[in-house]
């Protein structure tokens, strides 16, 4: 399931009117929002718990209440989707708005750019090949990632490093639903187009108080969730919270990247200066996972202030197992071992 949010001034397959702005939503859906919209901060009005789907269900409801020209289409959307994330949305804006589609990638990604072909070789290059002249800005593609404890070899794979590839994305993966929902906005309302992975393991699990109105949060900006000295940790999504758990007798920093790409190497750079070493984890593949690139990029900036090589804990280079799957995922004891390892290096 994916999700495609996106506004733009009436693309065709290879034409622009600006005169005739339009902005779209589909998912396995698409959401346009605004790209005047300036980056906000949640406030200290009133908010609520909720968990991570609802947190989404509310940013799609603020597109689409604050912009006519959004719309979601998508696989299953029209009656709230497999994860539940449109629930009662067509309900309240209308069929029109929020409707589904045939069970076709391609086909929902090429109608989410305006007939157009998919995601790598239209809509990451648009706005390159017309010197700037038009983009496909508030194309959002959500869809869900990773493990969720019964997924298997399809419906449990990490592939944000395949994306990761491609000039003229950007790739976005919140931990909680406070991130998702202003990272989501921000994603929607953003001109360039955009992948939102959503861990399927947080859907339900994650619960937090998130604020009710309309908020952003901005992309490209890590952030510092535990301070320390010793170690440097880096991840994003739902391993964040493994992560967090192997925090245990060394002061450990540990930096929610949030924004794949471009990602924030000011912020991962400051931290390992200060401790001297590096951990990345995530549940892709080791090989060719994003962690190799933070990993090349760090060496290159701060080589002389390493104190050991840096760690890598991840997914092994298999197909994601059924039965075996806590063999294969990156757990606590995994980089708990690999921070000791790399401190008493």
Known sequence: MAT???RFKRLGSVFINNSSPLRRLSSSSA???SVDGQVQQPGTGTGKSINLYTAINQALQIALDSDPRSYIFGEDVGFGGVFRCTT???DQFGKH????TPLCEQG???????????IVNEA???RYRSGNEFNCGGLTIRTPYGAVGHGGHYHSQSPEAFFCHVPGLKVVIPRSPKEAKGLLLSSIREPNPVVFFEPKWLYRLAVEEVPE????????EAEVIREGSDITLVGWGAQLAIMEQACEGISCELIDLKTLIPWDKETVEASVRKTGRLLISHEAPVTGGFGAEISASIVERCFLRLEAPVARVCGLDTPFPLVFEPFYMPNKNKIL???KDTVNY
Do not use: H
């Open 4 to 6: 495609n949010l996106r």
């Open 31 to 33: 959401v346009l929002g």
């Open 88 to 90: 009662g949305l067509a």
């Open 97 to 100: 708005r929020v409707f589904n």
């Open 108 to 118: 929902i990604v090429g109608f989410g750019i305006g007939l157009a072909a998919m």
């Open 124 to 126: 990451a290059k648009f």
């Open 213 to 220: 109105g309309d908020y952003m949060l901005p992309l490209s």
């Open 337 to 339: 071992d690999a921070i």
